[in-house]
Each structure stands twice: as C-alpha cells, then as structure tokens.
T-cell receptor, first 121, second 114 residues
C-alpha cells in the first residue's frame, strides 16, 4: 500500500534561519507531488507541484522553494524565513493520470501527509 | 482561474442532527468536486467526490449534491456523531489529467455537540 511521510512534525525557527521540510512517498512510482500551506480560515493554498524529478511548478511568488531530487522525495526549503512563513505545511501525492492503472487513476484523489507545523519567531 | 467559496466557516450541531456545508465555484468547465475531511493535527482525507455527470451521490451518512447550472455543490451529513467533528474542505477541478488539480474552499469547522 502507498504511504506518505512528512517531517518534522513541528518546527520552531527564528526569523532569517533556513528551512527544510521533507516528504517521501512509498508504494508508488512517478507520483505527482505537492506542497500546500494551510493558514487559519484560508483553506489550502497550493505552493508547488511536481510531475517528475527536477520538474517544479510554483503557484505563488514567495520566500520558499521546492526540489525533487528523487522520484518519491519532495523538499520544501527557504534560505531565510520570514514571520509570514509560519503555518501548517502539507505534502501530498496523486497518481499521474494516464500512468498507473490503479483504482486511483481516474479519481484525481490527493493523499496528504500528516503535516508540519512551522512557527517562525 | 477557478475560485471556490465555502460556507459556513464554522458550524455546530447537536449529535444526531444533520449538517450541511455549501460551496460555489466560478469556472463552468470544472467537472470534479471532492470533499476532504481533516481531523485535528492530521492531513485532509477524501471522504466523497462527485463528477459533473451526476447530480447526487451518497455513501452511508454522507451525501453530496451538485447543481451545475447554479455552480454550487453541497455536503450533507445525517445523524451526526462526535467523530464527525473536523474541518471539511470542498474543492473543484477540471479533470483533464493536468497535475494542477484542485482549488480548495476555505474550510468549515464542524463541531458535533454530544
């Protein structure tokens, strides 16, 4: 079965410090990978998505970057954190439509990790 | 781009009563409408979805209805239980195979009072 792991679960960082959040997916190949940020009362904002190794699409201009060094690894980074970067970050994966012939191939379902709570002080 | 609005932002109901959450979308080309449930401290999980060729779908105590003409869809939970307490998100997408999939609503905090 497929699983998604995200870490760390909680993080408290000073302003100006770097950030690295990691996400790995097991049990599937060539997934679409996503980073979302969840702010109170503002739902889920898509930050980045990736359809393959080294392929990153950014949805909103910001202080963050993403990388996909391996097929099932997705990393969210920042060189210098801002107070406004505080939030709950969620990694997710989905089957690439037209890829694996599984029951998920036509649903577009997103599978989320447990999330990482980032507090910037 | 697509814009999804969700109401109410908070909802409290007595155990056993029904709960209804409503969403509207802007892009008439959207054809896939999932609902996600997020329990405290966890990531969202899909609970039910509906496609534009269907007007209603049920799964035990939950149901979703879709009005394509009015561009709105709703989640209905009957006989609510305390374990239904969570944040619920609606979403909309044009299911074309693109990785840029879902636009989410802002969420509804549902509290079921015992």
């Amino acid at each position: 079965s497929q699983t998604i792991h995200q870490w760390p679960a909680t993080l408290v960082q000073p302003v100006g410090s770097p950030l690295s959040l990691e996400c790995t997916v097991e049990g599937t190949s060539n997934p679409n990978l996503y980073w979302y940020r969840q702010a109170a009362g503002r739902g889920l904002q898509l930050l980045f998505y990736s359809v393959g190794i080294g392929q990153i699409s950014s949805e909103v201009p910001q202080n963050l970057s993403a990388s996909r060094p391996q097929d099932r690894q997705f990393i969210l980074s920042s060189k210098k954190l801002l107070l406004s970067d505080s939030g709950f970050y969620l990694c997710a994966w989905s089957v690439q439509i037209g890829g694996l012939a599984t029951k998920f191939a036509n649903t577009g379902e997103l599978f989320f990790g447990e999330g990482s709570r980032l507090t910037v002080l | 781009g697509e814009n999804v609005e969700q109401h109410p932002s908070t909802l409290s109901v007595q155990e056993g009563d029904s709960a209804v959450i409503k969403c509207t979308y802007s892009d008439s080309a959207s054809n896939y409408f999932p609902w996600y449930k997020q329990e405290l401290g966890k990531g969202p999980q899909l609970i039910i979805d509906i496609r534009s060729n269907v007007g209603e779908k049920k799964d035990q105590r939950i149901a979703v209805t879709l009005n394509k003409t009015a561009k709105h869809f709703s989640l209905h939970i009957t006989e609510t239980q305390p374990e239904d307490s969570a944040v619920y998100f609606c979403a909309a997408a044009i299911h074309s195979g693109s990785a840029r999939q879902l636009t989410f609503g802002s969420g509804t905090q549902l509290t079921v009072l015992p």
